[in-house]
């Protein structure tokens, strides 16, 4: 027996999530148009959209929560509602934010929570939600009543509630809502934890920052469609780099530039410095010093010249037509 | 936030096993029910029901005439057995109703106003089982509630009248212990009276996920169902109506003991638990959960 490398493996093993052509429409509204996602196992993904996006409209479906209007959903290699009883107990999920009975202690929470699920076993039931609620830095708070919690300590619980058992696939609607830089931190880093134990992380979020922190794998959303997925290596290739000119000489700056064949613009007018004339570098048609010699050439002064990465905010911002919130 | 070993190697490639646990959730589902406050409120309430009616028929100096007043009323002051009857016949038309319609109406809508639905259900708890869980808690709470009025009604009986051998409607006399037994056969009679009016409930709770609208709802239902009841115009409508059956209890005092109106009760109140159990089923298993 040869051992099956992994081109070899159906995609559908090597899939955590899949769907094809994913739609709901409530009345007349459609929340998910016909998205096609595809989520690798292993990978940490990043479900990317501003608020009504549809994002936590996706993942109540592909977790049967609500039916589908039409597509079809694959979760880790079973269809999706009807896999249900086999494909759930393997998945730990947070869905639009954390729920709790506020009568009950935060341990009490889980452990009714844990025995919803019958493939959990009772005798390490408490310690399971011991361990969980450590692992969220909850120990402290674990026989507090839920009323008496922040939201962020809520959120916490709603993360330990997702690993109360060991899970080959997490979905997190939004995990870092509500919670501090701190908090924030503390969740990236136990998402990478836990993706190196091999655990598929699929994570939604209206924040770019996040993504590009803690992901390998992205899918942008945008009013219901999926406007771009992949790794994020690759999504971030799609941008163009671009040159940045500071000059108190603009106007010719402009001149040379579009000489040259490249399409200067100013910088936006919400740009700090207003003697900034900003130019896409298409291809590789100039070299950088070359441009640099023709300004000077043009008798342009340079007070400044850069070559600026493409960034992936521009990109969402064009794909998405949206800004997204700026994490501190 | 430590990582622990518990995780190591966190890809099981063959389904745990279903542990024997699949019992775990009802046990959860009636200590969260039970250690409600909402829950012990309502049954300190109908605790209280025996308590009031017995105190104020002690201080009160009047005899009632016989047939004056709720059945039974007037045989208070001379066997403390008879507190727990009249106190079931009061408690039933409103306030029993009442308890039901909270704990039923709460079942699905109020786990869909906390949102806790979502969570059960991915864990998953399955629907079904799910829904099932929630009815026996709802029966359970029957079953308590009746419990709870029929001791407290024999307690607080002892303490403030005679206690001695019954004589019932029938004229015939029977043991105190075999009254006490009485009593608990009139507890499961209104138990399971009860039942419809549960299922009817855990039916209207999965259409909303406003608990309170649910739980008012199922009391306008057995309202509406009483007033039915004594519209002679409807009279053919009267032996379907769920609460047709509610103060038939009275059967279970006479000797020999009469279990007719039981058996008819409980066939009754099986239609209601099969026509409702479908409907509650159907729309469960479909429901898109938004919450
Ligand atoms: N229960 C619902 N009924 C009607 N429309 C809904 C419902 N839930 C969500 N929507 C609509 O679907 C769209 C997507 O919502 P949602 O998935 O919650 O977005 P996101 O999670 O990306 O912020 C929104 O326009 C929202 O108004
Ligand atoms: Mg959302």
Redesign the interface.
């Given at each position: 027996m040869t051992s099956v490398t992994p081109e070899l493996t159906p995609p559908a093993q090597s899939l955590a999530i899949e769907s094809r052509s994913l739609t709901k429409r409530f009345g007349r509204q459609t929340a998910v148009n016909g998205i096609d996602l595809t989520v690798p196992r292993g990978s940490v993904f990043g479900f990317l959209g501003p608020n009504g996006s549809g994002k936590t409209t996706t993942i109540?479906m592909l977790?049967?929560?609500?039916?589908a209007t039409s597509g079809t959903i694959t979760v880790l290699g079973q269809s999706m509602p009807a896999g249900?009883?086999?494909v759930?107990?393997?998945?730990g999920?947070l869905?639009?934010?954390?729920?709790?009975?506020?009568?009950?202690s935060g341990a009490a929470n889980l452990?009714?929570?844990?025995?919803?699920?019958?493939?959990?076993?009772?005798q390490t039931r408490r310690a399971?939600v011991h361990?969980a609620l450590?692992?969220?830095?909850l120990t402290h708070a674990a026989d507090k009543k839920v009323q008496a919690y922040s939201l962020g300590m809520k959120q916490r619980l709603g993360i330990a509630?997702a690993?109360l058992?060991?899970?080959?696939l997490l979905i997190l609607d939004e995990p870092t809502n509500g919670l501090d830089p701190q908090g924030t931190r503390?969740v990236r880093?136990?998402v990478r934890?836990?993706a190196a134990?091999?655990?598929t992380v699929f994570v939604s979020s209206h924040l770019l920052a996040e993504v590009e922190q803690m992901c390998t794998h992205a899918a942008v959303m945008s009013a219901g469609s999926i406007v771009a997925q992949g790794t994020l290596a690759a999504l971030r290739a799609v941008g163009e780099a671009r040159i940045r000119v500071r000059t108190p000489d603009t106007a010719g700056a402009l001149r040379v530039l579009t000489h040259l064949g490249l399409e200067p613009t100013r910088a936006p007018l919400d740009d700090p410095d207003p003697n900034v004339v900003v130019a896409p570098l298409v291809g590789d048609s100039w070299l950088p010093e070359a441009i640099v010699t023709a300004l000077v050439a043009g008798g342009v002064r340079i007070r400044g010249f850069a070559i600026e990465d493409p960034s992936l905010e521009e990109r969402f911002v064009a794909l998405t037509g949206e800004g997204f919130d700026v994490v501190q | 936030?430590?990582?622990?070993d518990?995780?190591?190697?966190?890809?099981?490639s063959v389904?745990?096993?279903?542990?024997s646990?699949?019992w775990?959730?009802l046990?959860?589902e009636i200590s969260?029910l039970f250690r409600?406050?909402r829950t012990c409120a309502m049954l300190a309430a109908v605790a209280l029901i025996p308590i009031l009616l017995a105190v104020a028929v002690r201080l009160s100096s009047e005899a009632l005439a016989p047939g004056e007043g709720p059945p039974f009323l007037d045989r208070v002051t001379q066997n403390g057995l008879f507190v727990g009857f009249t106190a079931m016949v009061v408690a039933i038309p409103l306030f029993l109703p009442l308890t039901i319609g909270v704990v039923a109406g709460d079942t699905i809508a109020g786990e869909a106003g906390?949102?806790?639905l979502?969570?059960?259900?991915?864990?998953?708890?399955?629907r079904v089982?799910?829904l099932l869980v929630k009815y026996a808690g709802a029966a359970l709470f029957c079953l308590v509630a009746t419990l709870t009025l029929t001791v407290s009604g024999a307690i607080i009986g002892a303490v403030l009248f005679p206690v001695g051998p019954v004589t019932l409607l029938s004229g015939d006399t029977i043991s105190v212990s075999e009254s006490l037994a009485r009593s608990l056969l009139v507890a499961s009679y209104v138990t399971v009276s009860l039942l419809g009016l549960s299922m009817i409930g855990l039916f209207i709770s999965t259409l909303t996920d406003v608990p309170v609208g649910a739980m008012a709802a199922t009391i306008v239902v057995s309202v509406v169902a009483q007033i039915l009841d004594v519209i002679p115009q409807l009279s053919w409508l009267h032996p379907w109506l769920f609460s047709h059956y509610w103060l038939g209890f009275a059967d279970l005092l006479r000797q020999p003991l009469d279990l007719g109106s039981f058996g008819q009760n409980a066939i009754l109140q099986l239609c209601y638990l099969a026509i409702f159990g479908a409907l509650a089923y159907s729309r469960f298993v479909?429901k898109?959960?938004?919450s």
């Open positions: 109540r977790l049967a929560l609500s039916q249900l009883h086999e759930l107990p393997r998945v999920a869905v639009e934010g954390p729920a709790f009975y506020p009568f009950l452990r009714r929570l844990d025995t919803a699920d019958r493939h959990a076993p009772g399971r361990l450590e692992r969220v830095g509630n690993l058992l060991p899970r080959e503390e880093s136990l934890s836990l134990e091999g655990t | 936030m430590s990582s622990s518990v995780r190591r190697g966190a890809r099981p389904m745990p096993k279903r542990s646990s699949g775990s959730l046990g959860s969260v409600r406050r906390l949102g806790t979502r969570y059960l259900l991915v864990a998953p708890a399955g089982r799910l479909t898109d959960i938004l």
